[in-house]
């Protein structure tokens, strides 16, 4: 099999659990679709370097980190005309999730999606944002009590 058949496969086997991390990052499919793009790319271009075994994890950092890049410049493009398609809508669980999470600082927001949405260890969000395990706990137990009292405050 050729390099470009393995990017093919991993491609359409991750291209869609990666929309779905960006959504929970960003709460913007579109911009979720431009960080899997990135992502994407950027596997592309380090295709033949990287380890199969570690891929996961540096699809992963690498679309966390184009996303706080992205929240650190704060751009905004203005568009002339109405995207062809609408964004999905967020699944309706009763409680304004979305908003909860967009109140969270970037980084906090990052490792509570990253920790509870997305299954992944101390360990390896640590070693995925190239911060401490202590951090780590820290910035999402702080992340979980702000999501705690945003609960708390407009359904107690």
Known sequence: M??????????????????RLGYGLSGDWHLAEDLVQHTFLQLYRHWRR???????????????????????????????????????????????????????PPRQRALVVLRHLEDISVAEAADLLGIAEGTVKSQTAHG???????????HG
């Open 144 to 154: 979980l009590a702000k999501l705690r009292s945003h609960f708390g405050d407009s």
């Open 50 to 104: 990287l380890d199969p075994t570690t891929l996961d994890a540096y699809s992963r950092r690498t679309l966390v980190n184009a996303y706080l890049s992205h929240r650190r410049k704060k751009h905004e493009t203005a568009v002339a005309d109405v995207p062809e398609r609408a964004a999905e809508p967020a699944p309706d669980l009763g409680l304004d999730i979305r908003a909860a999470l967009d109140a969270l």
């Open 2 to 19: 050729t390099w470009k058949a393995d990017y093919s496969e991993y491609f359409a086997a991750r291209a869609a659990p990666l929309r």
